[in-house]
């Protein structure tokens, strides 16, 4: 009999493949089956860490993109699964719950905005730093559409499960934005004032890509920054 390294509940179709017979879940390969300097299960434990990130990235993928579309309530853990071609206890075996899926897949889209807007940025400052950082957005937006729908739906909400997650790393996002307009206002309290033009990026670039998708980036690009124009 064989088992495998796949989580107890799932049917096989994210399953990472048979062990060794007799071989418990995450065991290491049987002494000498590796090379002289290559620690005993290492290429296995790797082989199946990269399969479960897959896994997870799917149910991702799947979660974000019906949520986006029919919402959080109304999507459930089968739906996710089904989209995702996995089994319904491989969601449970990797986040736990919907909500836990939820929050991953907000932190982690977040987390990539971060990144860009922080190289969008480098090493410009003031109107030129808040230039470059809308054109950024829009262009994660344009990427990342369903996405961006969560990101106008949840960001600005509060009482959520995920709230203090998604919190930190939207405060994160807008501190971007702040300190560029530190930069043309110095001493000045720019909080709402960033929030507002990532807001208002955030909204263009949604109207943009659902009611006016025949526009052009540039157009979209300068609606906005007409709006900082008197900063």
């Known amino acids: 009999m064989t088992t495998t390294e796949a989580d107890p509940t799932a049917d096989g179709r994210d399953a990472v ?3 060794e017979p007799g071989a418990p879940a995450g065991s290491a390969e049987p002494a000498g089956s590796a090379g002289p300097d290559v620690p005993t299960g290492t290429r296995r434990e790797q082989a199946f860490a990269a399969r479960r990130a897959g896994t997870r990235q799917q149910i991702i993928d799947a979660a974000v993109s019906l949520i986006a579309d029919q919402g959080f309530t109304a999507t459930s853990v089968e739906d996710i699964a089904s989209a995702a071609g996995v089994a319904k206890g491989s969601v449970y075996y990797n986040f736990g719950s919907k909500s836990d899926v939820f929050e991953a897949a907000l932190a982690g889209g977040l987390e990539r905005l971060t990144l860009t807007l ?3 940025r480098a090493d410009l400052h003031g109107k030129a730093a808040l230039a470059a950082l809308i054109a950024s957005l829009l262009e994660q937006i344009r990427a990342h559409p369903d ?3 969560l990101l106008a739906a949840e960001v600005f909400r509060v009482g959520r499960e995920w709230q203090e997650t998604v919190g930190h790393i939207r405060a994160r996002v807008i501190e971007f934005y ?3 307009l530190r930069e043309e206002r110095p001493g000045a309290d720019v909080s709402l004032l960033a929030a507002s033009v990532f807001g208002a990026t955030l909204v263009a670039g949604l109207e943009w890509l659902v009611f006016q998708p025949e526009r052009e980036f540039d ?4 609606a906005v920054l007409e709006l900082i124009a008197g900063l």
């Open 178 to 180: 702040a300190a560029a």
């Open 118 to 120: 922080e190289s969008a």
């Open 147 to 149: 996405f961006a729908k």
């Open 219 to 222: 157009e979209v690009l300068a």
């Open 17 to 19: 493949g048979p062990l």
